[in-house]
């Protein structure tokens, strides 16, 4: 069985090789070889008959015996090693012979080399040695560092858990610094720094979340407790995703099982750990550091400190800056190179079926001349990982100095702290940027041996200039980043307009110009509008004083007063009223005669408020004229028919009138029901409504009219004052409120954009002194502030205020030509209407026409008549119709209309004929 070694391609490669040995055992490729061969024989007789003496036939006929009988007829079984991933022999049958010769061998020369190196690496005495775990056969390039790397990236995975130790390190283990129950100087040096935070103080309490995500308080020593027997899970969870992380071809139980040794001679080899620290302590150390780390960055956040949360970006991507280019050369050594090899290693097995044939189209040294080159290209390959070897070597070596002196405390204390996590984590990653740089040059230098050394001194410079000029680029990079922070350089500054940070937006609008501020947090926004900015001011304000609310409250007592001075005068008619009424009621019914059904209605409820009146006359000892005016006087103001938008005011002056009254006046009131009082409302609104009541009651035409004129004009001042009365009491109220929550309203029209004009004249034109000043304000306010007067058509001013348009209102509301009787006055008319006798109206005398309208009616028949016959005359010669459907139609034949053209046309065309004759005739002659 023929061995071919794979470094990290073993799959790919038992993939080739079956492909092969099923292309070569198909009947296809055998029809392709004949076609192949035939074209061959052909090309070979035609030499041989031009040229015999050269033997190309039979120079053919050997070559193509050579390689049927050695590469393609002769299967072989080949065994694929895995010497990176521990996998086990992957066995392929049936290969030709040819490929697995050809591979074998150089795979062979390849994997000696290669074997022989990294032994001898590992028996090396003194610090030279290099251990099994970190060798390029069984990890790849660099693995030292990469694991370094990745083991001082590791996070605490649980969030819940990462969330109760940030919260620990902040609430107790950042105090206890402070006072100096931690010293910080052991903290910062200490490898492990998790024992330190052990005896926190018990006064100060941290956080717990639960399983279910609730969260509870607890003392810090209970809170380390907790974190303590959680973390090993954590451990745990970290070490297997290293595991498969950086042993990708492994099984999982197998990488499971070194990654722990893995870890730990990284470490020890580095010098960054002593012999006693595990795979698991060395996790947790770099877990824990990070968390510190991040610590300090997150409660920034939570404590709303924009100064820390900049630093910290700043810090972070200084530091990503920094490290991009290294970790990108990194990834060249670690992926890039390796993965080019395997392709060009690959791709070579699966050309032999295509170089085979090719190889039927030649013969003697061509033939010979092709297996050599297919044979350089293999070899090529395989000096691919000897001197890959040497270079993990020789890397891991001078890495191990580096990251010894990172990891260095002083006093020969080497340790992986919080002072040496940075430098430790740069160097091991500009150390694999170093070697990336250098696996660049190894096809060159593998291709300038293959060719006899004759280029390997180019080779070697060539790699080098890449180097330098990658070096140059990342580190004037680097440097910009780290002066500007990777935000704002220096001199210059460019602002959007629209500006977003962790707590707050800000845009500017393109239309008004104003600018938006919205907070994160709580999504409030707020507007700073666009505005004149300068040093003068033209504020309106608008503020209500003590002197304003008193003398709103005196009005408001004035207006009370008059209305119940005009709502008195008004009851104490509705009472004579309704004494009237009673009396002549009763004399009605006490006589024989009869009465009108008004008067009967009337009359019942006349009665009705009359044993109203009467019982609560007997219960108060009142008379019942007392009781009837106050009754009609209640009416007015204990909330009846009181509108919902003035239930308030209506409720304070019902409170207000009750505050006036008598003991008698209140003692008749406290008798007296709503429905009672409802009763004498009615029957006050339908007396003063309705002046044919009053017709009824009076005894005479003439005293009804009075009494319904002086019960109008008592109704609408009290009408009048009860609204006023209000209006009053709303307004002190209003003016009440404003001054006790001291609201003032100002606006400064002077930093309104439209008063542009306006404010650059404050601005420029006051002088540049307080008189100067003073000047300007005096023609300002003077300009200001005195306006044209206008005035009614008849001459009178304009009112100046509210009273005087009230004052005004009142006095047209009680004239009696603005406010006629109506009712009175249609009955008056309707009465003198009935008496006047109706006359005949007399005889219209006759005019005479005049002969201006007879002549135009003349004409325009005339007219008529032409417009007419015009219209007949032309349906008559067009010979239009109306069809029964009511569209027009001609009788017209189209077919006689175009024989007459004919007609005319063929006369016509005769005429023109004779004519040109004459004219041909002419010119003969």
Same mark, same amino acid.
């Given at each position: 069985?023929?061995?071919?070694?794979?470094?990290?391609?073993?799959?790919?490669?038992?993939?080739?090789?079956?492909?092969?040995?099923?292309?070569?055992?198909?009947?296809?490729?055998?029809?392709?070889?004949?076609?192949?061969?035939?074209?061959?024989?052909?090309?070979?007789?035609?030499?041989?008959?031009?040229?015999?003496?050269?033997?190309?036939?039979?120079?053919?006929?050997?070559?193509?015996?050579?390689?049927?009988?050695?590469?393609?007829?002769?299967?072989?079984?080949?065994?694929?090693?895995?010497?990176?991933?521990?996998?086990?022999?992957?066995?392929?049958?049936?290969?030709? @012979?040819?490929?697995?010769?050809?591979?074998?061998? #150089?795979?062979?020369?390849?994997?000696?080399?290669?074997?022989?190196?990294?032994?001898?690496?590992?028996?090396?005495?003194?610090?030279?040695?290099?251990?099994?775990?970190?060798?390029?056969?069984?990890?790849?390039?660099?693995?030292?560092?990469?694991?370094?790397?990745? #083991?001082?990236?590791?996070?605490?995975?649980?969030?819940?858990?990462?969330?109760?130790?940030? +919260?620990?390190?902040?609430?107790?283990?950042?105090?206890?610094?402070?006072?100096?129950?931690?010293?910080?100087?052991?903290?910062?040096?200490?490898?492990?720094?998790?024992?330190?935070?052990?005896?926190?103080?018990?006064?100060? @309490?941290? #956080?717990?979340?639960?399983?279910?995500?609730?969260?509870?308080?607890?003392?810090?020593?209970?809170?380390?407790?907790?974190?303590?027997?959680?973390?090993? *899970?954590?451990?745990?969870?970290?070490?297997?995703?290293?595991?498969?992380? $950086?042993?990708?071809?492994?099984?999982?139980?197998?990488?499971?099982?070194?990654?722990?040794?893995?870890?730990?001679?990284?470490?020890?080899?580095?010098?960054?750990?002593?012999?006693?620290?595990?795979?698991?302590?060395?996790?947790?150390?770099?877990?824990?550091?990070?968390?510190? +780390?991040?610590?300090?960055?997150?409660?920034?956040?939570?404590?709303?400190?924009?100064?820390?949360?900049?630093?910290?970006?700043?810090?972070?991507?200084?530091?990503?800056?920094?490290?991009?280019?290294?970790?990108?050369?990194?990834?060249?050594?670690?992926?890039?190179?390796?993965?080019?090899? +395997?392709?060009?290693?690959?791709?070579?097995?699966?050309?032999?079926?295509?170089?085979?044939?090719?190889?039927?189209?030649?013969?003697?040294?061509?033939?010979?001349?092709?297996?050599?080159?297919?044979?350089?290209?293999?070899?090529?390959?395989?000096?691919?990982?000897?001197?890959? !070897?040497?270079?993990?070597?020789?890397?891991?070596?001078?890495?191990?100095?580096?990251?010894?002196?990172?990891?260095?405390?002083?006093?020969?204390?080497?340790?992986?702290?919080?002072?040496? *996590?940075?430098?430790?984590?740069?160097?091991?990653?500009?150390?694999?940027?170093?070697?990336?740089?250098?696996?660049?040059?190894?096809?060159?230098?593998?291709?300038?041996?293959?060719?006899?050394?004759?280029?390997?001194?180019?080779?070697?410079?060539?790699?080098?200039?890449?180097?330098?000029?990658?070096?140059?680029?990342?580190?004037?990079?680097?440097? !910009?980043?780290?002066?500007?922070?990777?935000?704002?350089?220096?001199?210059?500054?460019?602002?959007?307009?629209?500006?977003?940070?962790?707590?707050?937006?800000?845009?500017?609008?393109?239309?008004?110009?104003?600018?938006?501020?919205?907070?994160?947090?709580?999504?409030?926004?707020?507007?700073?509008?666009?505005?004149?900015? /300068?040093?003068?001011?033209?504020?309106?304000?608008?503020?209500?004083?003590?002197?304003?609310?008193?003398?709103?409250?005196?009005?408001?007592?004035?207006?009370?007063?008059? !209305?119940?001075?005009?709502?008195?005068?008004?009851?104490?008619? $509705?009472?004579?009223?309704?004494?009237?009424?009673?009396?002549?009621?009763?004399?009605?019914?006490?006589?024989?005669?009869?009465?009108?059904?008004?008067?009967?209605?009337?009359?019942?409820?006349?009665?009705?408020?009359?044993?109203?009146?009467?019982?609560?006359?007997?219960?108060?000892?009142? #008379?019942?004229?007392?009781?009837?005016?106050?009754?009609?006087?209640?009416?007015?103001?204990?909330?009846?028919?009181?509108?919902?938008?003035?239930?308030?005011?209506?409720? +304070?002056?019902?409170?207000?009138?009750?505050?006036?009254?008598?003991?008698?006046?209140?003692?008749?009131?406290?008798?007296?029901?709503?429905?009672?009082?409802?009763?004498?409302?009615?029957?006050?609104?339908?007396?003063?409504?309705?002046?044919?009541?009053?017709?009824?009651?009076?005894?005479?035409?003439?005293?009804?009219?009075?009494?319904?004129?002086?019960?109008?004009?008592?109704?609408?001042?009290?009408?009048?004052?009860?609204?006023?009365?209000?209006?009053?009491?709303?307004?002190?109220?209003? $003016?009440?409120?404003?001054?006790?929550?001291?609201?003032?309203?100002? =606006?400064?029209?002077?930093?309104?954009?439209?008063?542009?004009?306006?404010?650059?004249?404050?601005?420029?034109?006051?002088?540049?002194?307080?008189?100067?000043?003073?000047?300007?304000?005096?023609?300002?306010?003077?300009?200001?502030?005195?306006?044209?007067?206008?005035?009614?058509?008849?001459?009178?001013?304009?009112?100046?205020?509210?009273?005087?348009?009230?004052?005004?209102?009142?006095?047209?509301?009680?004239?009696?030509?603005?406010?006629?009787?109506? !009712?009175?006055?249609?009955?008056?008319?309707?009465?003198?209407?009935?008496?006047?006798?109706?006359?005949?109206?007399?005889?219209?005398?006759?005019?005479?026409?005049?002969?201006?309208?007879?002549?135009?009616?003349?004409?325009?028949?005339? =007219?008529?008549?032409?417009? /007419?016959?015009?219209?007949?005359?032309?349906?008559?010669?067009?010979?239009?119709?109306?069809?029964?459907? /009511?569209?027009?139609?001609?009788?017209?034949?189209?077919?006689?209309?175009?024989?007459?053209?004919?007609?005319?046309?063929?006369?016509?065309? =005769?005429?023109?004929?004779?004519?040109?004759?004459?004219?041909?005739?002419?010119?003969?002659?």
């Amino acid at each position: 069985m023929w061995e071919i070694y794979a470094y990290q391609n073993s799959d790919s490669l038992f993939g080739i090789f079956n492909a092969i040995a099923a292309i070569f055992g198909s009947s296809d490729y055998l029809s392709a070889v004949a076609v192949v061969a035939f074209c061959g024989f052909v090309a070979a007789l035609i030499a041989y008959a031009f040229a015999p003496e050269k033997l190309q036939g039979w120079k053919w006929l050997g070559s193509v015996v050579l390689v049927f009988s050695i590469l393609i007829v002769p299967k072989v079984t080949v065994g694929i090693v895995d010497k990176t991933g521990g996998a086990p022999v992957k066995v392929v049958a049936n290969v030709p @012979f040819g490929v697995a010769m050809f591979g074998g061998l #150089t795979n062979m020369i390849g994997h000696t080399l290669t074997d022989l190196f990294e032994t001898a690496f590992q028996v090396i005495p003194g610090p030279g040695a290099l251990p099994s775990e970190l060798t390029y056969q069984k990890n790849g390039l660099m693995f030292g560092n990469r694991l370094i790397r990745d #083991t001082r990236n590791v996070v605490f995975q649980d969030p819940g858990f990462r969330t109760d130790l940030i +919260n620990f390190i902040h609430n107790c283990t950042m105090y206890d610094l402070i006072d100096g129950t931690i010293d910080p100087a052991t903290f910062s040096s200490s490898a492990d720094v998790w024992s330190l935070m052990a005896s926190p103080n018990p006064a100060r @309490f941290s #956080t717990l979340t639960a399983s279910g995500g609730a969260v509870t308080i607890d003392t810090c020593p209970n809170v380390y407790l907790n974190l303590n027997g959680r973390i090993p *899970a954590q451990i745990t969870q970290i070490q297997g995703r290293l595991a498969f992380q $950086l042993n990708p071809t492994l099984p999982s139980a197998a990488a499971a099982a070194v990654i722990a040794s893995q870890i730990q001679q990284a470490y020890l080899k580095n010098s960054i750990a002593d012999a006693a620290a595990t795979a698991a302590d060395l996790i947790r150390q770099n877990a824990v550091i990070n968390a510190i +780390n991040d610590t300090s960055k997150i409660i920034g956040q939570k404590v709303n400190d924009p100064a820390s949360m900049i630093l910290a970006v700043g810090r972070a991507q200084a530091v990503a800056q920094t490290n991009a280019s290294w970790l990108n050369y990194g990834k060249v050594a670690e992926q890039a190179l390796p993965v080019f090899r +395997n392709v060009v290693e690959a791709v070579t097995y699966a050309l032999f079926p295509l170089f085979v044939l090719l190889l039927l189209l030649t013969s003697g040294r061509d033939t010979m001349l092709a297996v050599k080159s297919y044979i350089a290209i293999l070899i090529w390959i395989q000096l691919w990982p000897p001197l890959y !070897a040497v270079l993990n070597y020789m890397a891991s070596i001078y890495a191990s100095y580096d990251l010894a002196a990172a990891a260095d405390l002083g006093g020969g204390l080497k340790a992986l702290s919080l002072q040496t *996590a940075s430098t430790i984590y740069s160097s091991a990653i500009s150390g694999e940027a170093v070697v990336g740089y250098l696996v660049i040059s190894v096809p060159i230098i593998a291709w300038a041996a293959l060719k006899r050394m004759e280029n390997f001194g180019t080779a070697l410079v060539g790699g080098l200039s890449g180097l330098q000029g990658s070096l140059t680029g990342a580190t004037g990079g680097a440097a !910009a980043g780290n002066v500007s922070m990777g935000n704002v350089s220096m001199d210059q500054m460019q602002l959007a307009p629209n500006r977003t940070s962790s707590f707050m937006n800000t845009w500017q609008d393109d239309m008004t110009g104003n600018t938006f501020s919205s907070n994160v947090l709580n999504g409030r926004t707020g507007v700073s509008l666009l505005r004149n900015q /300068g040093f003068a001011s033209r504020v309106v304000s608008m503020r209500v004083s003590e002197q304003d609310v008193t003398e709103a409250n005196k009005q408001a007592d004035t207006a009370r007063s008059e !209305a119940i001075s005009a709502n008195t005068e008004r009851s104490a008619m $509705l009472s004579d009223t309704f004494t009237r009424g009673l009396a002549k009621y009763r004399s009605s019914r006490s006589s024989g005669g009869t009465t009108s059904s008004s008067f009967e209605q009337m009359g019942e409820n006349l009665n009705r408020l009359d044993q109203i009146t009467k019982g609560v006359s007997d219960r108060t000892g009142l #008379t019942q004229s007392q009781v009837a005016q106050i009754a009609f006087g209640a009416s007015g103001h204990l909330g009846i028919n009181t509108s919902f938008a003035g239930a308030q005011v209506q409720a +304070n002056s019902s409170k207000n009138y009750q505050s006036g009254l008598s003991a008698d006046q209140q003692k008749i009131l406290g008798t007296l029901t709503n429905d009672q009082i409802a009763e004498f409302k009615q029957f006050g609104d339908r007396v003063s409504r309705d002046s044919s009541v009053m017709n009824v009651i009076a005894s005479d035409s003439r005293e009804a009219k009075e009494m319904s004129s002086r019960l109008a004009t008592a109704t609408s001042r009290s009408e009048r004052a009860d609204a006023t009365f209000a209006e009053r009491t709303a307004f002190a109220e209003r $003016l009440s409120t404003a001054r006790e929550h001291g609201e003032t309203i100002s =606006i400064d029209i002077a930093q309104d954009p439209h008063n542009l004009d306006m404010f650059m004249r404050y601005a420029e034109q006051y002088g540049g002194n307080s008189a100067a000043a003073f000047a300007l304000f005096d023609a300002e306010l003077a300009r200001q502030g005195l306006r044209p007067n206008h005035v009614f058509s008849d001459g009178t001013a304009l009112p100046a205020s509210f009273d005087d348009i009230r004052a005004r209102h009142d006095q047209a509301a009680t004239d009696p030509q603005l406010n006629p009787d109506t !009712a009175a006055i249609d009955h008056q008319h309707r009465k003198e209407v009935s008496r006047a006798k109706t006359s005949a109206p007399s005889a219209a005398g006759s005019a005479t026409p005049s002969a201006m309208r007879s002549d135009i009616q003349a004409q325009g028949a005339e =007219i008529r008549r032409q417009t /007419g016959s015009a219209g007949k005359d032309f349906d008559a010669k067009a010979e239009i119709v109306r069809a029964p459907d /009511g569209t027009l139609a001609s009788k017209k034949s189209l077919f006689k209309q175009t024989g007459k053209q004919v007609a005319e046309d063929a006369g016509a065309t =005769i005429d023109n004929a004779k004519d040109a004759v004459k004219d041909l005739l002419k010119r003969d002659k």
